[in-house]
C-alpha cells in the first residue's frame, strides 16, 4: 500500500526526476511548485541517462540541487539508475511530476508517463512552466554561458558559481 492510501498519514509523496546539468530556475520553479501541493518531493537525478557525457558529475548535481533548495525543507534530492518505474516503486512514491514547457514536450511526455503508468501504476502530474522559464534548458543555458553570454537570470548561484569555476579550469 502506498502513501497515499495509507489513510493520509504518510501524506503524498512526489518524485521530480530529470538530468539536471545544471538545474535552471525552470526546475527550481517546479520543485517550488509542487513542494507547495504535495507533502514531500524528490528531486531525483537520473544516473548514466542515454545521453552524452553530461558536464557536471552526479555529486556536483546533487550538492547544486541541495544547496539551491535549502529554503525547502519538505524537498529531498537523491539519485537512481535502471527505470523510473522500479525507482518509484522502491520509494513508494505516489505521483511523477513533470514540467512541460511547449508543445513538444507534450508529445514525448505524454508517451513516457503513459509507460511509466503501465510500469508502476504511478500516475505523472505536469506542471506548465511558467513563461518566464518556457525557453529554458539545461543545454540552452550552457551554451550561452560558454559562448559568453549572461546567464545569471537563468540559473541559481551556487550553479553560476560552478559554471565559472568549470570555465576558469578550461582557461
Ligand atoms: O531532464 P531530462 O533529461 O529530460 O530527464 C529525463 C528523465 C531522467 C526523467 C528520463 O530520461 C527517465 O525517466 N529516465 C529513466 C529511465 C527510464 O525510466 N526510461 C523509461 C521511460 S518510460
Redesign the pocket.
Known amino acids: 500500500m502506498n502513501g497515499a492510501s495509507y489513510g493520509g498519514k504518510r501524506g503524498v509523496h512526489a518524485i521530480y526526476?530529470?538530468?539536471?546539468d545544471p538545474l535552471t530556475f525552470g526546475h527550481v520553479d517546479v520543485i517550488e511548485r509542487a513542494a507547495h501541493i504535495f507533502d514531500h518531493v524528490l528531486v531525483a537525478v537520473?544516473v548514466n541517462?542515454q545521453?552524452r557525457e553530461p558536464l557536471f558529475s552526479l555529486d556536483e548535481r546533487k550538492r547544486l540541487i541541495e544547496e539551491s533548495m535549502r529554503h525547502l525543507d519538505n524537498v529531498d534530492v537523491a539519485d537512481?539508475r535502471?527505470?523510473?518505474?522500479h525507482y518509484v516503486k522502491v520509494k513508494q512514491i505516489d505521483v511523477i511530476v513533470?514540467g512541460l514547457r511547449v508543445v513538444s514536450d507534450f508529445e514525448s511526455e505524454m508517451s513516457?508517463a503513459l509507460?511509466?503508468r503501465s510500469?508502476s501504476n504511478v500516475d505523472t502530474v505536469f506542471l506548465p512552466s511558467d513563461p518566464r522559464y518556457s525557453f529554458l534548458s539545461?543545454s540552452l543555458v550552457k551554451e550561452v554561458f560558454f559562448l559568453g553570454g549572461e546567464i545569471d537570470q537563468y540559473v541559481p548561484l551556487p550553479v553560476l558559481r560552478t559554471l565559472h569555476e568549470k570555465r576558469d579550469l578550461l582557461a
Open positions: 526526476p530529470g538530468s539536471f537520473v541517462p545521453k537512481f535502471g527505470l523510473l518505474a513533470k513516457t509507460m511509466n510500469l539545461s
